[in-house]
């Protein structure tokens, strides 16, 4: 079985920046394609980005586009999302997950077609 765990966020202004962190334990996950979503209060959760096993192939969602980069360290069996440019609308909960296409060259937009999740991480921007 895979374990995600997110770390980094946090408490920030408007225009700032964070980094986070998710890294997977049990199994490695280096031959899978993730992804990190987010759910606000309220809302729906929704797609933020993704990367292809490789790291060759990325997807963004138009509302972060410009602003966050997702990457990933298969050796360390972990991937990450580096947030610029904060806006208070950015303000949610942020989770990973791994889906289980052996080494697909795709970075999959669609929450249902992932297998494994974190639990999240909080991050707050104030304006």
């Known amino acids: 079985q895979v374990q995600l765990v997110e770390s980094g966020g946090g408490l920030v202004q408007a225009g700032g920046s964070l980094r986070l962190t998710c890294v997977a334990s049990?199994?490695?996950?280096?031959?899978?394609?993730m992804g990190w979503f987010r759910q606000a209060p309220g809302k729906e959760r929704e797609f933020v980005t993704a990367i292809s096993w490789n790291g060759g192939t990325t997807n963004y969602a138009d509302s972060v586009k410009g602003r966050f980069t997702i990457s990933r360290d298969n050796a360390q069996n972990t991937a990450y999302l580096q947030m610029d440019s904060l806006k208070p609308e950015d303000t949610a909960v942020y989770s990973c997950?791994?889906?289980?296409?052996?080494?697909?060259?795709?970075?999959?937009?669609?929450?249902?077609?992932?297998?494994?999740w974190g639990r999240g991480t909080q991050v707050t921007v104030s304006s």
């Open positions: 049990g199994r490695t996950v280096s031959n899978y394609p």
């Open positions: 997950a791994a889906a289980r296409f052996y080494r697909s060259s795709t970075a999959y937009t669609r929450g249902s077609l992932y297998d494994y």
